[in-house]
DNA sequence: GTGTATAGTTACCTAAAGTAACAGTTAACC
DNA sequence: GGTTAACTGTTACTTTAGGTAACTATACAC
């Protein structure tokens, strides 16, 4: 178990800095593509959702939406509450969501090649219960 | 396979936030701990040698030492070539380390509880081979 | 309808890294 | 053996990403 941390970290660095290489094409980072592939994957979308769901604070989520609006990926939609911004994917962000998430898969089966589908599933298995005890031991994590 | 990308990220923010939280009482961080780390498994140790096994640039490396000097965790060594800079750990530095070492190893395994020997050994394996396909893919990552 | 809570924003700060340029030292090599 | 090239570490400046505190505008409670 010791080197667990070392292993994680040392697989971290270069793996967002391939998924950054990635995206740069599209003036997109990973913490961009994040809100693009949440209001992808939900539709109609405030900023407190994205904000809560991937536990960045309020502040972050309005940047980085601001930009995603610059790149005209993201609109806003009117909303009965105007408390609220909800948001959604332009057509031209909808396009780019196909075209990276396509990338992206296919860079998550190079970056997983050679592994078996038992270490796979064991992988994905682990990682689930790593964020469920992340979760247990502080209000971390995870929707 | 998709959805790799997710699930590691989801994990790595809380985990790195849960680290450094344990390392802060030590006016530590991560990327500190790193060179320790390295220190104390290499003794001796030049900076580019640091710097390049974690690929990461010389000037961040003279910052993390040079923060690690204040903190009397590391000490210069005379060298013979007078270019470079050999440190090592001071005896608080080793004692900091035994600590931390401890504090962490603990924290690797609440955070692997419920895992089967079996994903463990998965999620290692995995991890390296996932290292090496970045290796070959790009001139990323690892000594 | 007055007070409280909520959504989003702004301004400012912090952590960490990268790039470019440079000084000092060593090695190369002709 | 003296000049050039390469290497180590540093400084200064910039970038990326996030956090905190304070504020505005709106909605809700009662």
Known sequence: MEGFFRSFM????????????????????????QVI???????????VEISSHYHVEKPSITRRVHRLEELNLIQVIPSENRREKVIQLTDHGAAIYQECREKITKLEHQILEGCTEQEIKNIFQALNKIQNNMISKEGNVRE
């Open 37 to 47: 592939f949440y209001v992808q994957r939900e539709g109609h979308s405030t900023l």
């Open 10 to 33: 040392q697989v971290y660095r270069p793996m967002v800095t391939q998924l950054n290489e990635l995206l740069a094409e599209y003036h997109l980072s990973y913490s961009l593509w």
